[in-house]
């Protein structure tokens, strides 16, 4: 029985990373860069992916070993760290989720021709009913599970129906004609950015599976976590790629919705809602849950309170987008600190690596070791290009 509950949070960590991952905003970034590259962003992605899994493994083995949250892992490497991390994930996932909100708006609005407003209370309130329960944590496993196969089938659908150039897209994976770095660095943002590189590692720490001797398990799921989001990347890639390399001109608007329309008409078009709710609203639990993972080892309030305080943040994200719309300066702010998270937390959790007062006895991969300072390094390149948007921001 505790194997079968084990393999349940395991699936459920790693869909949970996955669909964190999978939001309105990597449709678009998907869309946009097919859109504009073409096949040669099959490279884009391979880069991007295998940078993307030296994050997770390097941050799920430590939280894993230590069994550790990241905020406290910070706190230990330097007292007061975990402060200032725990503020920058969670202004990123409020902006984030703000932005989840309106993605779920969106997919209710093409499927049932829902006023706006309406279609993100109801986005909201979907979120609120799955924290109301006791079992909350079980549920949220299920929901990530369903609704990210769900995701994978019907884009893989359409992706086969656009009949694309797969000839092309390998060439071009393993031999570009063209290097775009900073889709690279957009990329890895937009997998393991923020809050995501946190959300698995943090729901196994919840479910009690740490210890250097669940290394196996916690390591299994990390990658299918990872393969998860990748498939759904390549398989959005694929429908999109099918559609441009035809001539087709995608509405700048709503490229992804345009894709799917162009593929598949109407029943695409629909499709396209169903998709983009379901990566929407798994983001939302996403983002709310691993936000407050962050505050409850820091006030004790929200330890003993956690649904009600996730549900808080829910309704915030909302009411938020109801009534300001899309804040754009909130959402440039946390978009540049959000650059900023990724290289800060994946340098603090490669110190924790090799400190025994951490880690006790364990002695992580060297290889994952040097290749974590390789994405760090790659990632601060991030980090700068953003400040430059706090700067025009405050111009």
Not at 93 to 112: K, P, T, W
Not at 131 to 144: G, I, Q, V
Not at 187 to 193: P, R
Not at 229 to 237: D, P, Y
Request: glycine share 10%; with cysteine; charged share 10%.
């Amino acid at each position: 029985m505790e194997k079968k509950n084990n393999l349940s949070v395991l699936l459920g960590a790693a869909f949970l990373m996955a669909t964190s991952a999978i939001g309105p905003g990597f449709m678009t970034q998907t869309a946009v860069f097919t859109k504009d590259m073409g096949a040669t962003f099959a490279f884009v992605i391979l880069v991007s992916v295998i940078m993307s899994f030296v994050a997770q493994l390097n941050v799920w083995r430590v939280l894993a070993v230590s069994k550790m949250r990241g905020q406290d892992i910070a706190n230990s490497v330097l007292p007061g760290l975990g402060y200032f991390i725990t503020f920058l994930v969670c202004l990123g996932g409020l902006a984030f989720n703000i932005g989840n909100v309106g993605g779920a708006a969106l997919g209710f609005q093409v499927l049932f021709d829902l006023d706006l407003k309406i279609a993100a209370l109801v986005s909201g309130a979907l979120g609120v009913i799955i924290f109301s329960f006791k079992s909350a944590s079980k549920l949220m496993d299920k929901l990530t599970q369903v609704l990210g196969a769900m995701m994978i089938l019907l884009i893989g659908y359409v992706a086969f129906s656009t009949n694309p150039p797969v000839g092309t897209a390998v060439k071009e994976t393993f031999v570009p004609s063209s290097i775009n770095l900073m889709a690279i660095i957009t990329l890895i943002g937009g997998t393991v950015g923020g809050y995501i590189m946190f959300s698995g590692g943090h729901r196994l720490i919840d479910a009690g599976i740490v210890g250097e001797e669940n290394l196996p398990q916690v390591n299994k799921s990390a990658i299918l976590g990872m393969s998860v989001a990748t498939i759904v990347r390549v398989f959005l890639f694929l429908a999109v790629l099918g559609v441009v390399s035809l001539g087709n001109q995608l509405d700048a608007g709503n490229p992804a919705a345009d894709a799917f329309k162009i593929a598949a008409g109407t029943v695409g078009y629909k499709i396209f809602g169903l998709v983009f709710l379901a990566a929407a609203l798994t983001s939302i639990v996403g983002a709310a849950y691993t936000s407050v993972s962050f505050l409850k080892t820091l006030f004790k309030v929200v330890k003993d309170n956690e649904n009600f305080f996730i549900i808080g943040f829910i309704v915030v994200s909302t009411l938020i987008l109801i009534f300001l719309g899309k804040p754009v300066k909130l959402l440039v702010l946390a978009g540049s600190l959000n650059g900023l998270i990724l290289p800060i937390t994946l340098a603090i959790t490669l110190i924790a690596s090799k400190k025994e007062g951490i880690v006790g006895k364990y002695k992580h991969s060297n290889i994952l070791f040097y290749l974590g300072w390789v994405v760090v390094l790659v990632t601060a390149y991030i980090g700068v290009k953003s400040l430059a948007k706090l700067a025009e921001l405050f111009a």
